[in-house]
């Protein structure tokens, strides 16, 4: 079926998309459900191409699969684990691994979750200083991303302390950080599923003395969020401090449990409760509609065209949304660590090539950045755009009319471009004539035909926050299982933080550096030098 699918990209790759637009088009190109809409109608697929992209659904098991990793089947093969980001959302129901059902204990832990944010809201629960004024969240990657992403994207649904988040292990990022803090109000919760992350453990050690220095039991001000409770005792955060989860939630999948404590204590229990409805939401989309009808499905389906058979190496997530400014960042985690891998779950080479390079910034910003080689470049790069109906400044409406129409005007502008009589006439009209009026209108000349898709939101709430992050781990499944890869192991990080465990005595001086490469001993010897 790729190769059918290849074949087809050569046989319309020139083919115009402005051309393939119609009324029928326009209605048979997108999918709405719950509030969203997603547009694919500018993109070279075709209805052909469509129902071909359909069977890979059907030839891969995806709906096999999709209910395995519901019922907490261990389809995490290489770990042997289940995959059950979506029990951490459920308020009922029943959910089996090795014959015990989780969801007591989801919700048991979720319900400690909220009496504690609760607690730390009304200050029942204070530092030694008083109330809490401040939290520090320090975890990195996925005990990082999702919490400060969230946090950023529901700034006007927030009303406890203000949340921070360290996760780099370069000194400037905590320093920088309780800088600014008063350490017998700040409430630090140290975030790590495994707790032997270097950089969350180095940092953590780090906030344990600076509070130290200032309030009499610094062990008060800490909680620890982990599926480790051993390695949490040893940390010296008691038991009593800690909201655990179970190996079968994923890091960059674990935003809605634990790891979401930050979130909670910043928005509340009751935002934070409709922040899993609409994750919920989505799951039960992507359980019950059809295959065409399926948002992540068919964002799926369009991802893999894209990057599969028309061979764009990238693709570009544009939320024109200031408050989704840490979503590229965040599905940059989600994406290239579940999909980026060679080597699919039985071991063998992928016979295509792997996910996609996921980049992107909010719009407008990237417009005045990066948009000019999107526009002009030699590359292709499909571009995901995002837009809410509303936004929550209902006073600054005249900036929402202008952030949607430039969010408009860059997918009409990808995909019809300029040609070169417009260009022409558009330079004579400045003056240019003869040779430099042809030099000067090249330069204005947009080709155009490049692919673009629009996910329509009504206004970026809780709800909302929550059904596009589960739209996007959905996603992220269907495209690892047509791929034939495990998405939910990581084993391409550990390489470079077994070398860098080995690194560091040589850079301090307690090793020697003559084992490495002649390059790297270049480069020790550089960063020892006076
Ligand atoms: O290095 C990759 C990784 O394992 C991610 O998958 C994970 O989100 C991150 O590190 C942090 O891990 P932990 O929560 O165990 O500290």
């Known amino acids: 079926m790729f190769q059918e699918l290849k074949n087809k990209f050569l046989s319309v790759c020139k083919r115009r998309i402005d051309t393939l637009i119609d009324q029928a088009r326009v209605d048979i190109f997108c999918v709405e459900t719950d509030g969203l809409f997603f547009d ?195 940390f010296g955060i008691p038991n009593s401090q800690v909201f655990g989860f179970e190996d079968w939630v994923g890091g960059r999948y674990s935003l809605w449990g634990p790891i979401g404590l930050s979130l909670v204590i910043a928005i509340g229990k009751e935002h934070f409760s409709n922040f899993l409805n609409g994750a919920q939401s989505m799951d039960e989309h992507f359980q019950k509609s059809e295959k065409g009808q399926n948002l992540p499905v068919i964002m799926a389906l369009v991802g893999i065209w894209h990057a599969q058979i028309c061979g764009y190496s990238t693709r570009a997530v544009l939320p024109y949304e200031q408050r989704l400014s840490r979503l590229p960042a965040y599905l940059q985690q989600l994406e290239m660590e579940s999909n980026g891998k060679g080597v699919g779950i039985e071991g063998k080479d992928l016979l295509t090539k792997s996910g996609p390079i996921v980049w992107g910034e909010p719009g407008t910003n990237g417009q005045h950045a990066f948009y000019q080689l999107i526009h002009q470049g030699t590359h292709v790069v499909p571009c995901e755009f995002m837009i809410a109906k509303q936004s929550h400044e209902a006073d600054l409406k005249h900036h929402h009319q202008l952030l949607q129409a430039n969010c408009l005007a860059q997918s009409q502008a990808l995909m019809s471009g300029r040609n070169i009589e417009t260009a022409r006439s558009m330079t004579a009209k400045l003056g240019f004539m003869g040779k430099e009026l042809e030099q000067q209108a090249r330069q204005r000349v947009f080709e155009g035909n490049r692919p673009s898709t629009t996910l329509v939101y009504s206004k970026l709430t809780p709800f909302c926050l929550g059904q596009i992050i589960a739209l996007y781990e959905h996603r992220v499944f269907v495209e690892g299982v047509i791929l034939g890869i495990n998405s939910f192991d990581q084993w391409g990080v550990e390489l470079g933080k077994e070398l860098a465990t080995e690194l560091a005595p040589v850079l301090d001086g307690s090793n020697s550096a003559t084992n490495y490469d002649l390059s790297t001993q270049n480069l020790v010897s550089k960063l020892s030098s006076e």
Not at 101 to 107: C, R, S
């Open 40 to 234: 694919y109608s500018k993109t070279n697929i075709d209805l052909e191409t469509r129902g071909k992209l359909l069977e890979l659904v059907v030839n891969t098991d995806v709906i096999a699969r999709r209910d395995a990793m519901f019922f907490g089947k261990k389809i995490n093969v290489s770990e042997n684990r289940a995959v059950l980001h979506t029990a951490l959302r459920k308020s009922t129901g029943r959910v089996f691994v090795d014959g015990k059902d989780v969801i007591p204990a989801v919700l048991k832990t979720r319900a400690r979750m909220f009496d504690f944010s609760d607690a730390v809201q009304t200050g029942k629960v204070s530092g030694q200083g008083g109330k809490y004024t401040d939290v520090v969240n320090i975890g990195i990657g996925g005990s990082d991303l999702g919490p400060a992403m969230a946090y950023l994207a529901l700034k006007p649904y927030t009303n406890g302390p203000k949340c921070h988040y360290v996760s780099n292990i370069d000194g400037a990022h905590i320093h920088d950080v309780l800088a600014d803090l008063n350490p017998e109000t700040t409430l630090v919760i140290v975030a790590s599923k495994t707790f032997t992350t270097v950089e969350t453990l180095t940092n953590a050690k780090t906030a344990f003395k600076w509070m130290a220095d200032s309030v009499s039991e610094p062990g008060a001000q800490f909680v620890a969020l982990s599926s480790s409770k051993e390695k949490t005792a040893e």
